[in-house]
Nanobody, 122 residues
Framework: QVQLVESGGGLVQPGESLRLSCAAS????????MGWYRQAPGKQRELVAT???????NYADSVKGRFTISRDNAKNTEYLQMNSLKPEDTAVYYCNAYATTRGTTMPIRDYWGQGTQVTVSS
C-alpha cells in the first residue's frame, strides 16, 4: 500500500506564495507520474499540474507561469510552488501518484492524499 500526505496549505493574501509538499510512504517499489489536483467549494475536482518520473511537466492554463511542480525521487516527494496566488486559487489541493508496490504483482494504480486547504483572501 502507498500513502500520500499533503502539507503546506494555509491562509494567505493575494500575491503571496505557498509551497505544498506531498510525501509518499509505504511499500513503494516505484512511483511513476505524480500530480496535483484541486477542488473548490461547489465545483468538481480539476487538474492543476502533473510531472512524469523523468521530469516532464504539464499545467492547467489557469496556473501556468505562476505554479511550478517538482519532485524528489529519492525522497518520494512532490512539491507545488504557488506564486502570485489569487482568490480563485482557493481550494482543497490533492496529491496524486501512480505507483507499483513491493511484494505484489499487481499492476500500476493511482493513489490520492487527503488534501490540504489553501485559502487566498481577497
Amino acid at each position: 500500500q502507498v500513502q500520500l500526505v499533503e502539507s503546506g496549505g494555509g491562509l494567505v493574501q493575494p500575491g503571496e506564495s505557498l509551497r505544498l509538499s506531498c510525501a509518499a510512504s509505504g511499500s513503494i517499489f516505484r512511483i511513476y507520474d505524480m500530480g496535483w489536483y484541486r477542488q473548490a467549494p461547489g465545483k468538481q475536482r480539476e487538474l492543476v499540474a502533473t510531472i512524469s518520473s523523468s521530469g516532464s511537466t504539464n499545467y492547467a492554463d489557469s496556473v501556468k507561469g505562476r505554479f511550478t511542480i517538482s519532485r524528489d525521487n529519492a525522497k518520494n516527494t512532490e512539491y507545488l510552488q504557488m506564486n502570485s496566488l489569487k482568490p480563485e486559487d482557493t481550494a482543497v489541493y490533492y496529491c496524486n501518484a501512480y505507483a507499483t508496490t513491493r511484494g505484489t504483482t499487481m499492476p500500476i494504480r493511482d493513489y490520492w492524499g487527503q488534501g490540504t486547504q489553501v485559502t487566498v483572501s481577497s
